[in-house]
């Protein structure tokens, strides 16, 4: 998310990002974090896109818990999108490993290694990475595995930061089997975030405050952290007001980044 280009400069733009920006590393890492956790990687068909996933049973068996990750690296420099959005780090794999639920980290479109497979092009983890068609993609593929795995009742959605955004949209429009949302330092008022750090409007992406509230059967806890500056408090806070039942949690002495595995397994994962 960079100040406003012109269509003529994005053209160049995209064709120089194939030449200049290797390839990522991010899957060998996703892979070890998983085995060692004893998760398996599958691939799941979306629509229109696919999505690698890490997967492991757990219990109580009837209830899965989904992960999504952060936007990764949209841009390479200001005004070139990346080659390959995967993030270098994995903050939900790496928690996803810690739950002992059941658990599915469910993969964005173009991330591990299939950001040049049809129909990825950059602007879908850039401008257009919180569209309709990116959240349709995601509940397809999350349905896919739920049918195929009929022992999962409920699922509960799990996001951090650009993650949360994309969990909450999901909740919008998911099956009846979504009963739980919960985000982590998550830019929930998108114009608002975009306007606070001069960063241009996410044309053809969801805003998930202007959207109509969630149905109160899906619970929703958000947390902030007292000290981000990516995304401060009332940007979670002011979206959370205009939620029915729905739980603000903000932890005075984290920040963005800081230190949300901490407090995981006691303070999130425990309702």
Request: charged share 15%; net charge negative; proline share 10%.
């Amino acid at each position: 998310m960079r100040p406003f280009v012109a269509a003529a400069a994005i053209v160049a733009v995209l064709v120089a990002a194939i030449a200049l920006t290797g390839c990522a590393p991010a899957p060998t890492r996703a892979d070890s974090i998983a085995a060692d956790a004893g998760m398996e990687r599958v691939v799941l068909q979306g629509a229109p896109f696919q999505h690698v996933a890490f997967h492991h049973a757990g219990t109580p068996p009837e209830r899965l818990h989904v992960y999504i990750e952060h936007d990764g690296r949209p841009w390479f420099e200001d005004d070139l999108p990346s080659r390959d959005p995967t993030p270098s780090d994995l903050v939900m794999l790496r928690l996803a490993a810690r739950d002992p639920a059941p658990v599915l980290y469910l993969g964005r479109p173009c991330y591990f290694g299939t950001a040049s497979q049809a129909p990825c092009e950059p602007v879908w983890w850039t401008h257009r990475r919180y569209a309709r068609e990116v959240v349709d993609s995601m509940n397809t593929a999350l349905e896919g595995f739920v049918t195929s795995h009929p022992q999962y009742r409920t699922i509960e959605l799990y996001g951090y930061s650009g993650g949360g955004v994309i969990a909450v949209l999901m909740s919008a429009s998911a099956s009846p089997a979504v009963t739980a949302v919960t985000t982590v330092a998550a830019p929930l008022e998108m114009a608002s975030w975009a306007a606070l750090h001069a960063y241009s409007p996410l044309a053809g992406s969801l805003d998930p405050s202007q959207l109509s509230p969630l149905p109160p059967s899906i619970s929703q806890r958000h947390f902030a952290g007292g000290r981000d500056r990516v995304v401060p408090p009332p940007l979670v806070r002011n979206f959370v007001q205009r939620q029915p039942l729905a739980q603000y949690v903000e932890i005075e002495d984290f920040d963005h980044y800081c230190c949300w595995e901490a407090i995981w397994t006691t303070r999130v994962l425990n309702r």
